[in-house]
Structure formats: structure tokens, C-alpha cells
């Protein structure tokens, strides 16, 4: 197979590695001179075999090993089957290195051909209904906010509660209040601290963009169950992010 009838992309990894010579070393050379894409699958090719070669340590035989060579040349009684020997070496060489750059060109473009095919990742979309609601809720006149996440695929509310103050005397319980009926009961809230609140599955359907909470201030432990509940100090509603 001479120059014309091998494809540029293996002429080039050939040309990479070595192993081009006389005539079609010449005449590849000269096309990419003329051909600046052939110099690119060039450099393509150097960049992904070169290392290959650099691991291949070199080694040179003993002295005395090619003076032995060199006699029986000399002697002509077996000149002939060395110079034979000599080229079926290097056609078996050649013929394996062109294998295997056929071989790494061959999966180069199978990869090529495949990748365009293959339609990109898209990540999933949340559904609205499992999407989480937060709600920002001003303490009184105060800078301080209670800070409320709710998420409906786990049916539990975070809650950050830095801007409270434990004063020994009171908690605040935090409602939700339902477009009818009376507000119903998400938790007692620990002052200064950030929790995880589990919600009771019936409350968790109840809950959905826009709904309100306020958040009452009542005796240690929450609102007594016989007792009416006890001033509300904040008040806030849940929105999508």
C-alpha cells in the first residue's frame, strides 16, 4: 500500500511514529507543506503516541555480539540469508507498528463518529409539587428573621432560629395557617439553633406556595393543649425557590 492508497489519518500516525521512509517520507513531507489540516492530525497523533515511545527504553548489544556479525558478513558464507533476514525483520516491523497505529486510528474514529451521536445529559427536572418552599419571616421591628425551608419530598421543615433568644420563661411555637379552619401547629421552635422538623403527612399536603405561618410566643414546651395560643410576635409565607 504506497502513499495515495493509505488514508491521510494513517499516513499521519505513521509519519508521527517513524515509520515513514525514503520516497513517501519526502512526498508526505512536501504535502504538508501545502496542506495545513495534515500537519494538525500530525500533531494530533504526536501528542497521543510520542508518550507511547518515550516508555520503550533503549538498549544497545554487547560489543562483541556485532563483531560476530560483522565476521560472518565478511566470511560471505552467509551474507545472503543476514541481508534476507535482515529485510523480513523490517517488514514484520513495519507491518506490526502499522497495525497498531491502524488499530488506534480505527477506535479514534469510531469514537469520533459516536460521540456526536450521543445526545447530552440533561439533569432532571424537580417536579413543582417537590420542589422546596422557604419563607424569610422579620422578627417584630427587629433585623432578625427566622429562616424556614420545607421540603415536600422529605416531609420535613429546616429551621433557623439565630435571631431568638431563650429567656427562660418562653418558646415559640410556629403555625400554619390553612386558607380555612384554624392554624395548626408545625412545631416549637429552639431559640438560636438550626433543626430538622419532621411534618405529619396530612399537614405536609396542606402546605404549598403562599401559604402563611406565624409564630406565637407561648409558656415552655408550646401552646398547653386546653389553652388559647398566645401572641403572635411574627408572621411570614412560604415561596418557591
Given at each position: 500500500?504506497?502513499d495515495?492508497?493509505?488514508?491521510?489519518?494513517?499516513?499521519?500516525?505513521?509519519?508521527?511514529?517513524g515509520?515513514?521512509?525514503?520516497?513517501?517520507?519526502?512526498?508526505?513531507?512536501?504535502?504538508?507543506?501545502?496542506?495545513?489540516?495534515?500537519?494538525?492530525?500530525?500533531a494530533?497523533?504526536?501528542?497521543?503516541?510520542?508518550?507511547l515511545?518515550?516508555?520503550?527504553?533503549?538498549?544497545?548489544?554487547?560489543?562483541?555480539?556485532?563483531?560476530?556479525?560483522?565476521?560472518?558478513?565478511?566470511?560471505?558464507?552467509?551474507?545472503?540469508?543476514?541481508?534476507?533476514?535482515?529485510?523480513q525483520?523490517?517488514?514484520?516491523?513495519?507491518?506490526?507498528?502499522?497495525?497498531?497505529?491502524?488499530?488506534?486510528?480505527?477506535?479514534?474514529?469510531?469514537?469520533f463518529?459516536?460521540?456526536?451521536?450521543?445526545?447530552?445529559?440533561?439533569?432532571?427536572?424537580?417536579?413543582?409539587?417537590?420542589?422546596?418552599?422557604?419563607?424569610?419571616?422579620?422578627?417584630?421591628?427587629?433585623?432578625?428573621?427566622?429562616?424556614?425551608?420545607?421540603?415536600?419530598?422529605?416531609?420535613?421543615?429546616?429551621?433557623?432560629?439565630?435571631?431568638?433568644?431563650?429567656?427562660?420563661?418562653h418558646?415559640?411555637?410556629?403555625?400554619?395557617?390553612?386558607?380555612?379552619?384554624?392554624?395548626?401547629?408545625?412545631?416549637?421552635?429552639a431559640?438560636?439553633?438550626?433543626?430538622?422538623?419532621?411534618?405529619?403527612?396530612?399537614?405536609a399536603?396542606?402546605?404549598?406556595?403562599?401559604?402563611?405561618?406565624?409564630?406565637?410566643?407561648?409558656?415552655?414546651?408550646?401552646?398547653?393543649?386546653?389553652?388559647?395560643?398566645?401572641?403572635?410576635v411574627?408572621?411570614?409565607?412560604?415561596?418557591?425557590?
Amino acid at each position: 500500500m504506497n502513499d495515495d492508497e493509505r488514508p491521510d489519518l494513517i499516513l499521519a500516525a505513521e509519519y508521527a511514529v517513524g515509520l515513514l521512509e525514503g520516497e513517501e517520507l519526502l512526498s508526505f513531507r512536501a504535502r504538508m507543506a501545502r496542506e495545513p489540516e495534515l500537519e494538525a492530525e500530525v500533531a494530533f497523533w504526536e501528542t497521543r503516541l510520542a508518550p507511547l515511545l518515550d516508555e520503550v527504553s533503549g538498549g544497545r548489544p554487547d560489543r562483541t555480539v556485532w563483531d560476530r556479525i560483522a565476521a560472518e558478513i565478511g566470511s560471505g558464507g552467509c551474507g545472503g540469508e543476514v541481508v534476507r533476514m535482515r529485510r523480513q525483520i523490517t517488514f514484520w516491523q513495519r507491518a506490526a507498528a502499522a497495525a497498531s497505529v491502524a488499530a488506534v486510528a480505527a477506535m479514534a474514529l469510531v469514537l469520533f463518529q459516536l460521540s456526536p451521536a450521543t445526545p447530552p445529559q440533561t439533569p432532571r427536572e424537580t417536579p413543582e409539587s417537590e420542589a422546596p418552599l422557604v419563607a424569610s419571616i422579620p422578627i417584630g421591628d427587629t433585623p432578625l428573621r427566622l429562616g424556614v425551608t420545607f421540603l415536600p419530598d422529605r416531609e420535613e421543615m429546616l429551621v433557623s432560629a439565630s435571631g431568638l433568644t431563650a429567656d427562660g420563661v418562653h418558646d415559640h411555637e410556629l403555625w400554619l395557617v390553612p386558607a380555612a379552619g384554624d392554624p395548626l401547629s408545625l412545631g416549637v421552635v429552639a431559640p438560636g439553633e438550626e433543626r430538622r422538623m419532621p411534618i405529619d403527612p396530612a399537614l405536609a399536603e396542606l402546605i404549598g406556595d403562599g401559604s402563611r405561618m406565624v409564630l406565637t410566643r407561648e409558656p415552655i414546651g408550646g401552646k398547653p393543649p386546653a389553652a388559647q395560643a398566645g401572641p403572635v410576635v411574627a408572621e411570614g409565607s412560604f415561596s418557591t425557590t
